[in-house]
């Protein structure tokens, strides 16, 4: 999910305990403070800081002059071997290729166990806004294959498209069976995105403050790490009693619109009728039927009506799969 | 029905009069109008009354006249060079591209699904509904705005640090960027606190005081950069279409419209603030839906800002505009509420209208003259403005300004960072807290 | 240098690629593929830091600045429209009992008049800072000299509240007041509060659960007069077990009245002060006995502490109204005359409401500010009709003039008068049998806009608006909110409620934000049936 929807839903969560409203109401804003940053926090530590320090073992940077799919596919494969043949994991950074100031040659990899080949099709020459540039691209449908030398499995997606900014990370693991396990940005949703990380710092927000601060920032957190479970890459819930990401539920992708949406809403509502029950007298009366059906049924229910209005009889498109859309603020 | 006649002239020529301002680059409708309070104060002491029934409608159509058609700048007035090249924006792209034209034009749709948000769904339903959501938050403002704040200053993508080895090269190269955001952030902060407490502004023109900090942090470094800009702005193509369809329109309504609807409602948070919230909420990446958005966005901030202060039962005063009308007029009942309505309505209708020949002006204009020259020309009438209103205390603090507002241009971090010049004391003074941060700084 | 040019980029300046490998380096300084030092066009290179100095400089300069300057002191009949936002000083005098709103235990905001002889405005403090300003006991008292910095606050109608920011920038200088002798108090006291010297005769407890306030009654060699305190005063009182029959105590209070009876009220904790004890029994021969010298304790009743002027306080004089010269500039003078002429002041003006009235052929201007003005309500003098005037006399501008700082100061004489304003400064004008049959306070509806209604019921935890007060009422049927206007609603009336009494109100409806309220338009309207 995008790092707006875990913040909101941080300061959800927050607003159901009764001492952060009470604090609130009294002019101290911490605790929804703490629920809101520890709500973000997990993706915090990954793409602002750890990413950074994550060493690889290869770094596949194609050259902007000379772009060559060929190569890119060889070094892959060639990293696959490496991991099977020395039963350690092999991480490889695939860099961005930038051709100008908002100019990036755009590329594909795909894994494809079927075959036991890895593709590297390059695809257009893209703006920021991962929009082509017309007439930009000599290289777009060139094509790099190379084969795998053993069985490769993979727990996310099949392709990957590789454009602007900073290109993505493949932890190549034996499975000590022969075959090689693909972990995508292995340095993502690794420790950081852990429940026990989250009760952790919760104690360490106890020794600060107090435990009602503690347990926003273990709320917080935790909400963070069981959201990013329903996409498709999941989260290392354990870590350090467990190692590996444990597979997501794949009911949504992280760069969806209508889950990001759907959660950011959602989170308001519930903020803004817990913040409704705390009122020492009200003189309005609802509950929260009335506040999801006028906050979202209805609003969100003539939307799609129009949406559908003005797009009956036309094809619906499908977009590529964003890998690292969860921070949302590249464009 | 004289009134009414009087209300329709006021507004058309306050319409007229923004199409003005509009192509001035950097030129804040908010500046203007606070020269045409000083002149009703003046005229009031001439004992000459102006009528509300024509300074208030003078005044929205300038404001919806301003947010409509302020994109023209804003899209054919700021080509991109190297420095922007991290944040070249979808406007600018198309600017590029020679699409300048309908870029504005899909602006100017958006700013129309905007009146029509505002007209058709805010106006029935403001004042049934806003004033319980305002009973629930009024409380809550405080830690709202907090929220924001930290929201802000976490969410901000490191720009940088994408090639060569892991360590802390690499991480010093992705936070610099960062690093620059968050000290303008503070340091525009500390600016806030000085201004609110201890500001070198005459006590007379108090309800100017921020008004040069302002110009300084967003105005003048746009014209600035302009000016010493590398990038030449290609001929621009006049289309006869545009490239949205009615998904585009309604996708961009929604989110522009939460965007702008939020940085109305809530107190100090501004239209890119509220424009970068939906934005990330909505998810969305199709540009037309950004561009278009942004008009959607800034009709709903800035008029409908206004427009709640007249929202019979809210009692709420959001925006300088109605800070400003707030001292020469005080609302009452739906009369007031149904002018304003129909002033935006009107004002929106012929501000939209005008919009095409305005742009293709100022395509012209840009042809003939280096925009550069234009720029130039801006920025000398905002410094006039600043220096007739504020003095020279108001230039000095213009120019601490213009340097702040510098950072997250030259440093490619986001220029929102700025408004914690008024984020940082205001939240700080909601939670009760201000005087303290002021009295360490030594100003009380 | 790329060859690959994209659209768009053809004239893009050089510089943002590398001229060693010529690839793309954008904004570095060394291209991160060969390492080469990537020369920069100077513009960029120079201003990004040229900026951060002069960001940090220039701010460094204005913070100098800033705090060399002087926070402008002003007088409030200079505020204009455009000093809103203006942080100014003002020096004046508390003109109001400061009233302190709470809510759940916490104060949430603090509110008085100052008046600085140019004109009045309310100054409120808000949550932390009022709650500060009760924590180190600087609540203002009527009566306290205060120097002010804040921000000002004005809207149209020269609507202008002066927002105090810091506690630390409320200066407080009390009155040297002189001691009054309970006899010479009276409504014709201008003075905002008044000092006594006497022995507690009597302590009324409030009974448990009670929200009615406390009240004790102090005698001196002259009188004897009651005081009353709410319960938080009480709270404040740093030793309350001398609070007892036979304490000598010290009081400074502000003169009000309660059912038609002369009461001191006392603001603070701090007001009270024991000096000593005497024998109670020696007290009990009523008004003007002798305080038994011999049974007392403690110096205060053997040698009255006070000395009170010849004569008490200056007397009213009673003069022709040609005899109302200047002078007797200073002098407290009752005169009559014929309304001849009524100014009111210009929207938004601090000017006075001036008021000529004509006796045998000579001419006076009366003169009042808003604050009376408001407390006259409709029943200001009209052109015609006879007034007798009791105030101050001064002279402004080579004209003589009575001054009028309290409502009652003016009595309208003849037959056709209104309702005498000499009425308008009494707590509540009837019992609450006179407003009438209460109906049920949740049967209140916005439907009823305009009507006039009574309802009866205990007041809630009361809320500050701008101009006024809310308080919710609430009777066995629901709720309904009472909203007090500071320009209809005296603040005598006003101070005399509190949470946990039992009103009984009576005003026409008004809906706001979809919410009927309860809107008195006069003092008149409220009657405490149970504090």
Known sequence: MKGISHFASGVAVTSFFPWAIQAAQESNPMYFILGGAFGLLPDTLDFKIYRFFYKHDLYIEPDPLKPDPQSIADQLAASVKAASESKKLVRVKCSTIRMGADAWQQYVIKFDTETDEVLVKFGPVVNTGQVPIPGASKMEGEIGRAKIPCKLFQSYDATTRVDIFDGPTFGFASDGKGGVIMHFLPWHREWTHALTVGLFFGIIGTLIWDWRAGAVITAGYSVHVLEDQLGFMGSNLFWPFTRIRFPGLHWMRSGDAMPNFGTVWLSCLIIFYNLYRAMPSSIYHFNLLHVLFYGAVVPIGLFKLALWFVNRGKVAETGPIELEDEWGDKA | MTSALLALFATVVGTVLSCVLSCLPGLHVYNVMGLLVLLIYWLADLGITMPAEVYLPFMSSMIVGWSILNTIPSMLLGAPDESAIFTVLPGQKYLMMGRGYEGTMMTGVGSLAGIFILVFIVGPLAPKLLPVVQAVLRGHMHWVLWVIITYILLSEWPKGGNSGPAGWRKFGDAWRSLAAGLFTFFISGIMGFILLNRSPISTEMAFQNIMPAFVGLFAIPWCLLNIISGAEVPPQHIADSMDVDGSVILRSSAAGGLGGGFAAFFPVITGGIGGLLAGHATAQRDERVFIMSQGVSKVLYYTGAFMLMFVPGLGVTRGGGAWMIKSLHTPVGYGDYYLIMATIAIAGAVSYLIMSPLTRGVIWLIGRYNYRYVSAVALAIIVLLVYLVTSWAGLFIMAVGTGIGLIPVLFASRRLNCLGILLLPIACNMSGFGHKIADLLGLI | MTTDTLPGHEQQPEGITC?????????????????????????????????????????????????????????????????????????????????????????????????????????????????????????????????????????????????????????????????????????????????????????????????????????????????????????????????????????????????????????????????????????????????????????????????????????????????????????????????????????????????????????????????????????????????????????????????????????????????????????????????????????????????????????????????????????????????????????????????????????????????????????????????
């Open chain 3, 19 to 531: 001229s060693s490998c010529g690839r793309f380096v954008g904004p570095l300084n060394k291209c991160p593929h060969c390492g080469a030092r990537v020369n920069k066009r100077l513009s960029v290179h120079v201003t990004r830091y040229a900026a951060v100095l002069l960001a940090t400089a220039g701010l460094g300069l204005l913070y100098l600045y800033s705090v060399n300057r002087e926070i402008p002191t002003i007088r409030i009949g200079d505020i204009k429209e455009t000093m809103n936002f203006a942080y100014v000083t003002i020096e004046g005098d508390v003109t109001s009992e400061p009233r302190v709103f709470k809510q759940a235990g916490r104060v949430r905001s603090i509110r008085f008049d100052i008046d600085d002889g140019t004109g009045e405005i309310p100054v409120t403090a808000y949550s932390s800072q009022a709650q500060a300003l009760v924590d180190a006991g600087k609540v203002p008292r009527l009566g306290d000299r205060a120097k002010i910095s804040g921000s000002l606050s004005v809207s149209a109608d020269n609507n202008v509240l002066m927002r105090l920011q810091s506690p630390a920038q409320l200066t407080l200088t009390e009155p040297e007041l002189q001691v009054t002798a309970i006899a010479d108090i009276s409504q014709d006291i201008t003075d905002p509060s008044v000092l006594i010297e006497g022995v507690i005769t009597a302590v009324r407890e409030p009974p448990a659960n009670s929200k009615a306030p406390w009240t004790i009654v102090v005698k001196d060699d002259t009188g004897e007069i009651p005081v009353a305190f709410w319960q938080d005063i009480h709270a404040e009182i740093e030793e309350p077990h001398l609070l007892e029959a036979g304490a000598k105590v010290s009081v400074r209070a502000g003169i009000g009245s309660y059912r038609g009876n002369l009461q001191l009220r006392m603001a603070g904790g701090k007001d009270i002060e024991f000096t000593g004890r005497a024998d109670i029994r020696s007290m009990v021969a009523g008004p003007g006995a002798p305080v038994m010298v011999a049974q007392a304790t403690g110096p205060a009743v053997s040698t009255p502490r006070y000395s009170p002027p010849a004569g008490g306080r200056p007397q009213t004089e009673s003069l022709m109204l040609d005899e109302v010269t200047a002078e007797k500039k200073g002098s407290r003078v009752i005169t009559e005359g014929v309304v001849r002429e009524v100014h009111d002041p210009a929207a938004g003006s601090k000017a006075p409401t001036r008021i000529i009235i004509e006796d045998g052929g000579t001419y006076r201007m009366v003169v009042y500010w808003e604050k009376v003005a408001q407390q006259i309500g409709n029943n200001k003098p009209q052109v015609g009709q006879r007034i007798q005037v009791r105030g101050d006399v001064d002279v402004y501008r080579d004209e003589v003039q009575l001054k009028v700082t309290f409502p009652d100061q003016i009595t309208i004489l003849s037959a056709a008068a209104p309702v005498a304003a000499a009425q308008m400064d009494v707590d509540y004008a009837g019992g609450p049998a006179d407003l009438g049959e209460a109906m049920p306070a949740g049967q209140v509806t916005t439907a009823m806009e305009g009507q006039v209604v009574t309802v009866q019921g205990v007041l809630g935890e009361p809320e500050s608006l701008r101009s006024g007060v809310v308080y919710p009422l609430t009777d066995a049927s629901g709720t309904v909110k009472i909203v007090l206007w500071d320009r209809l609603v005296a603040g005598s009336a006003r101070d005399a409620l509190d949470t946990g009494i039992t009103v009984k109100v009576r005003g026409p409806v008004k809906p706001y934000q979809g919410v009927a309220q309860v809107v008195p338009e006069n003092e008149q309207g409220i009657a405490v049936v149970q504090e």
